[in-house]
C-alpha cells in the first residue's frame, strides 16, 4: 500500500500529524508512507524513520518568485515528485484550498479529507471538492486525534493506543556548542498572539524559584529576543540562546530536563518527545491541543484562565523530582 500525506504547515500542526504514520504501520507493516509538507518542517518529518518520501513544498516562497525561472522550475519539480508515484489513498488533513488543490494533482486511488473542521480551526470547506471521500469529525476533536481519525476510518482499523510521534530519543552524544552539557529547563515564552502570553513578571519568579538551575531562552524575532533578555536581565543563571534554526529548536526541545511554554509549536514538540513539561494555556483552548498522552506532561490553564505561578512551580518541581 502506498500513501500520501498532505499536512504542509504549520509547526504544531506538523508535529501533531506525525502519530498517523505510526498507526498505518501498526496496522499494515508493509505500508510505504510519504509527505507533503512545507520546506521549513521538512527536517522535522525526517526524524520520523517510517516516512519514506518527505516532497518540500514551499508556496509562499514560490509565489513571491513566479517571473523567475528557477522558480518555475523548481514548482514544475514539485508537481513532477507528487506525480512520480500511483497512491493507493491521499489524505488532507488540514483541509484547506491550497492542501486540496495538492491532493486533486497527486494521482491517487481515493483522496480523503475531512467532511468538517474542528472548532476554532481554519477549515476552509470548498476544500471537499477535491475528495473522493470526506470523513465527518466531531467538532471538539483534540487536534491530534482529528487526522488519526480520518485515516483510521478510511483504512478500517480503530484508533486504540497512545499517540506514537516516532521521533528518537535524546541520544548521549556530542551536543551543540550553544547547549549546556548538564541539565537544563527552557522556557518557550515567545508567541505571535501577546493573548496566548504569560506576563513576564510569572516568567521571573518561575526562575527564580528553580534557582540554580540553568534556565535557556530561545527567540523567533527581535520583540521576542527583547524580552528574553529582560527575563535574563532578572535571572542570574538564565541565558539568552542565540537565533536557532529549525531543528537546533527540536534538539533544544528533545534534550531540556524540563521545558515550561505557552501554547506553541516548540512547546509541543518537548511533549511529543515526552519531555517533563509545564504546558502554559492562558487565551487558547486546552482541549484542543494539550499533552495528554504521558504523565510526564502537565497542562495547565484555558481559555481566559491563565495558571498561577504557584501552580506552574508545583507542577514543575513534581515533575524534576519524577525524573
Known amino acids: ?19 498517523i504514520v505510526a498507526d498505518i504501520r ?9 509527505w507533503v509538507v512545507e520546506e521549513g518542517y521538512v527536517s ?16 509562499r516562497r514560490w509565489r513571491k518568485g513566479l517571473g523567475n525561472a528557477a522558480v518555475r522550475a ?5 508537481f513532477r515528485d507528487l506525480r512520480a508515484e500511483r497512491y493507493d489513498y491521499v489524505f488532507d488533513t488540514q483541509g484547506l484550498i491550497k492542501t486540496g488543490i495538492v491532493m486533486a494533482c497527486a494521482r491517487a486511488g481515493q483522496k480523503i479529507g475531512m467532511a468538517n473542521g474542528t472548532e476554532d480551526s481554519g477549515y476552509e470547506g470548498v476544500s471537499r471538492i477535491f475528495h473522493s471521500r470526506s470523513i465527518p469529525v466531531a467538532p471538539r476533536t483534540h487536534a491530534v486525534a482529528r487526522g488519526r481519525e480520518v485515516v483510521a476510518a478510511a483504512l478500517g482499523y480503530a484508533v486504540d493506543t497512545p499517540p506514537d510521534f516516532g521521533l528518537p530519543a535524546p541520544d548521549a552524544g556530542a551536543r551543540p556548542a550553544w547547549m549546556p552539557a548538564g541539565d537544563y529547563a527552557v522556557f518557550f515564552h515567545g508567541t505571535a498572539r ?4 504569560w506576563p513576564a513578571a510569572h516568567w521571573i519568579a518561575l526562575g ?30 538564565a541565558r539568552v540562546l542565540p537565533k536557532l534554526s529549525m531543528m537546533d529548536a527540536v534538539e533544544l526541545a528533545r534534550h531540556a530536563a524540563l ?10 514538540i518537548a511533549a511529543a518527545f515526552v519531555r517533563p513539561t509545564v504546558e502554559i494555556y492562558a487565551d487558547s483552548p486546552r482541549w484542543k491541543t494539550e499533552g495528554n498522552w504521558s504523565p510526564r506532561i502537565v ?22 523530582e519524577r525524573r
Open 44 to 59: 522535522l518529518v525526517k526524524l520520523n524513520p517510517h516516512v519514506r518520501k518527505v516532497i518540500p513544498f514551499a508556496l
Open 194 to 197: 501577546d493573548a496566548k502570553k
Open 1 to 19: 500500500m502506498k500513501i500520501l500525506l498532505v499536512r504542509v504547515s504549520s509547526l504544531g500542526d506538523v508535529l501533531h500529524n506525525l502519530p
Open 259 to 268: 521545558a515550561v511554554g505557552v501554547d506553541t509549536g516548540l512547546t509541543h
Open 299 to 320: 497542562n495547565l490553564g484555558d481559555t481566559g484562565a491563565p495558571p498561577s505561578v504557584d501552580d506552574v512551580v508545583t507542577a514543575a518541581r513534581r515533575l524534576l
Open 208 to 237: 527564580q524559584a528553580l534557582a540554580p538551575m540553568t534556565i535557556l531562552l530561545p527567540w523567533g524575532s527581535p520583540r521576542e529576543k527583547e524580552e528574553a533578555e529582560r527575563l535574563a536581565a532578572a535571572l542570574p543563571h
Open 26 to 34: 501498526r496496522h499494515f507493516p508493509d505500508a510505504q508512507v510519504d
Open 74 to 78: 523548481e514548482l514544475s519539480g514539485f
